[in-house]
């Protein structure tokens, strides 16, 4: 007889998972501590405006761990675990901190605050606003270079009648009353040093110590100096000069105007202007928008450019060089705009080479041998109808790629689509089509130009002009 204490069929108990915390979190705060900590070392990183524009990229990132830790969990003998209330928290802050970085990373804020009528103490939330001038004349010496130092303030320099170095000088500071205001002014005056050639004006505008001034200076120089300009902050103007121009600006816009030397420009955050420039053009760092109209030299772009670029008119090669391009060309007769979604050009001539992502790419005129390469966007090339037809490569993974020649060009075509179709207005072109995937091949005329045309999945054109 059985026991009637005992159950023959006792009830399972319940299977308890363990959770382990998720490691998105934790990762994208390392990445985003690890860019910071690049910043504060010095290497120049435009964060917010970066942030602006990949924040995405940190959503993605994270569901992809979720995703993953998701799918592997049971098998390690872990429960399948959802968001926390941090995980939560630190999306909405991405989210909220990533749209504001996108919607005001490009917003002119110095506008702003002109309009708003602010300054960079607030409105006078640091004391009441005063005014000086000062003037200052010194001989300048035959053959010399001059070196402008100033931390706020801007400046502009224009040549001098004579042979001296003139300065006027238009000063703000703030201060609690007119004795401390008229001492910061006394602790800020300008400085004139003469070394054998060489002359060094410094604003000073830290000589009150944290009683910082701004000081905008108008500068009449010989037309023959050397100029080289350092600021922290301010826009530099320079008109009508007959030597090499160096600026290093942190923050601020750049103008230069009808200059019979070289330029070199080092700019941190602002846009650059420049016209009639006799000798190269150097530009580098984290610069807003450039416009360069003729330049009698080569023109070297190097380093970040956020918004757009405009060069008309540059007798020598051009190079452009960012974290997404790599373009070298040479003279420009006509124009070459570049901006975030593409790059057109009207009378560019090679050698030259323009390789770029996530860009559509428009050329005429074009004249001289020629790479052509974009990862994402419509490629159109049309030559000039200078004979003979360079040779040209062409290459496009996603988009569609148009060549337009002249009706008596001659050329030898070797063109491949993987996923598309291949067109011509030569008949003598033999396409071949298999498989979703084209070729064409043949040589029209006598043959001189090369062009090597490749497509992953977008159409192929040749055409006549």
Known sequence: MSNPNVNPNPSPQPVYYRHRRSLAGPLILI??????????????????????????????????????????AP?????????????????????????????????????????????????????????????????FPAKGSLRVVSDRGAMTVAPSEDDKLHVVVHKKLRADNQNNANKYHEQTKPQITVNGTSVLLNANTNGAGDHGVESDMEIQVPREAVLDIASKSGDVTVTDHANDVKIALQRGDVSLTNIAGAAAINLDKGSIRASKISGDVDIEGHVDDVTLDEVGGAVHLNGDFFNDIRLSKIAKAVSFKSSRSDMSLGPVAGD??????????????????????????????????????????????????????????????????????????????????????????????????????????????????????????????????
């Open 336 to 465: 070459l705009d570049i901006d975030r979604d593409s790059v057109r050009g009207d009378g560019v001539s090679g050698p030259g080479r323009i390789v770029t992502t996530s860009k559509e790419i428009h050329l005429e005129n074009v004249s001289g041998d020629m790479q052509v390469e974009t990862t994402n966007g419509d490629i159109e090339v049309q030559a000039a109808r200078k004979l003979p037809v360079g040779r040209m490569t062409i290459s496009g993974r996603h988009g569609d790629i148009t060549l337009t020649l002249p009706p008596n060009a001659g050329f030898q075509l070797d063109a491949t689509t993987r996923r598309g179709d291949i067109s011509s207005d030569w008949d003598v072109l033999k396409v071949e089509s298999s498989g979703g995937s084209s070729t064409a091949k043949g040589t029209v005329g006598n043959g001189v130009g090369k062009l090597q045309i490749n497509s992953e999945t977008g159409d192929i054109r040749i055409s006549k002009g």
């Open 31 to 72: 990445i985003i501590g690890l860019v910071f900590l690049l910043h504060n070392f010095g290497v120049r990183i435009p964060i917010w405006h970066l942030f602006g524009r990949f924040w995405p990229l940190l959503l993605i990132l994270w569901g992809v761990i979720r995703l993953i830790e998701y799918s592997v």
């Open 75 to 139: 098998r390690y003998g872990y429960g399948r675990s959802g968001l926390g209330t941090g995980s939560i928290f630190l999306l909405i802050l991405i989210v909220i901190i990533g749209l504001s970085a996108h919607y005001s990373s490009d917003v002119n804020w110095g506008g702003v605050r002109d309009q708003l009528q602010l300054d960079d103490d607030l409105g006078g939330m640091f004391g009441s606003a005063y005014t000086f001038d000062d003037n200052l004349e010194q001989v």
